[in-house]
Each structure stands twice: as structure tokens, then as C-alpha cells.
């Protein structure tokens, strides 16, 4: 059974920053690439960030290049996301997602249950 288990977020100010993590297991978590999404309330779902397996290509949502990092360590099965100069309109549930690296940006394989970032301004 496949888990990704987010953890991380909270309230933070506006200019400050948060650091999510994604724990995988259940999974071969050095194939798959792996993402993050975000759904404010009242919108839907949208992309963040994406890695490959082997950490060579990242790709990000163009508003938060520059602010956001995503990163992975493929020995403990984790994927994070730094999260600098947040905003208010990052406020979201963070979810983390696996799957094949060219599908990540509209779809995944496989979900995990969110974990809420509010940014007060």
C-alpha cells in the first residue's frame, strides 16, 4: 500500500518561510518522480513543483520560481519543499504526489492527504 505522508506546514507571516516533507513508503521511490500541489479554498487544484527520480530536472510554477525549492533524498524515501518569501496567496493544502515525470504537471499516480500552509499578511 502505497503512503506519502506530508508534514510541515502551519501559520506563518507573510515574507517568512516553511519547509514541507513527504514521506513515501509502499513504493520504489527512487523511480518515481515526484511533486507537489496545492488547492486554495474555493479553487481548484493546481501544480507546483515537480523532481525527477534522480534530482536532475526540477520544474516549478512560474509564481513561485525563485521562492520555492523543491529537493528529494532518495535514502529516506523523502521529497521536500522550501518555501521562502511566502505570500498570502500561497495560503493552500499542500499535497504531495508521485508519478511519472512527464504527466506530473497535470496528473500523478498517487496522493497523498495534504497538509495546510496559511500565510497571514
Known amino acids: 500500500q502505497v503512503q506519502l505522508v506530508e508534514s510541515g506546514g502551519g501559520l506563518v507571516q507573510a515574507g517568512g518561510s516553511l519547509r514541507l516533507s513527504c514521506a513515501a513508503s509502499g513504493l520504489t521511490f527512487e523511480t518515481y518522480a515526484m511533486g507537489w500541489f496545492r488547492q486554495a479554498p474555493g479553487k481548484e487544484r493546481e501544480f507546483v513543483a515537480r523532481i525527477t527520480w534522480s534530482s536532475d530536472s526540477t520544474d516549478y510554477k512560474d509564481s513561485v520560481k525563485g521562492r520555492f525549492t523543491i529537493s528529494r533524498d532518495n535514502a529516506k524515501n523523502t521529497v521536500y519543499l522550501q518555501m521562502n518569501s511566502l505570500k498570502p496567496e500561497d495560503t493552500a493544502v499542500y499535497y504531495c504526489?508521485?508519478?511519472?515525470?512527464?504527466?506530473?504537471?497535470?496528473?500523478?499516480?498517487?496522493w497523498g492527504q495534504g497538509t495546510q500552509v496559511t500565510v497571514s499578511s
Open positions: 504526489v508521485a508519478g511519472r515525470w512527464g504527466e506530473l504537471r497535470t496528473r500523478s499516480m498517487y
